[in-house]
């Protein structure tokens, strides 16, 4: 991923839709995103959440639906996906799980029905 920098700013940052509605907030460090961030759909309802170290996507993050439904977790290390992730079905029954290793499926990946019932198993190699 691209590392995200704002010209040396540093401090407390909001970003804004073009109606004035609040699109993201977090914080910069010398031009480059840190810590925790906060993205937003225009209803309002969070998006997405995690954090940034020097720019780039770092350890644990969520996004949601419009809805508020919890879609997808994962995690980050220097930019790339790294370790287990999961993505749910709109009723919130888990769709699928299993690791990333810089940035690749690897290992066992299992997904389920929307009822919650095992329907595949896959082995990726790296």
């Known amino acids: 991923m691209a590392v995200t920098e ?6 407390p940052r909001e970003e804004h839709f073009a109606d004035g509605k609040l ?14 961030w906060k993205y937003y759909f225009r209803n309002g309802k969070l998006k997405a959440a995690g954090e940034y170290a020097e720019g780039e996507l770092a350890g644990h993050w969520e996004w949601y639906g419009e809805s508020g439904t919890l879609k997808q977790t994962g995690g980050f290390e220097s930019g790339q996906q790294d370790g287990e992730w999961k993505r749910y ?6 769709w699928d799980v299993g690791r990333y ?11 389920y029905d929307k009822s919650g019932n095992l329907v595949r198993t ?3 190699k790296a």
């Open 6 to 11: 704002r010209d040396g700013e540093t401090g």
């Open 23 to 36: 699109s993201a907030s977090g914080e910069y460090n010398g031009g480059k995103k840190t810590g925790k």
């Open 89 to 94: 079905h709109p009723n919130g029954e888990l």
């Open 101 to 111: 290793s810089s940035g690749k499926k690897t290992g066992e990946w299992k997904t």
């Open 122 to 124: 896959k082995n990726i």
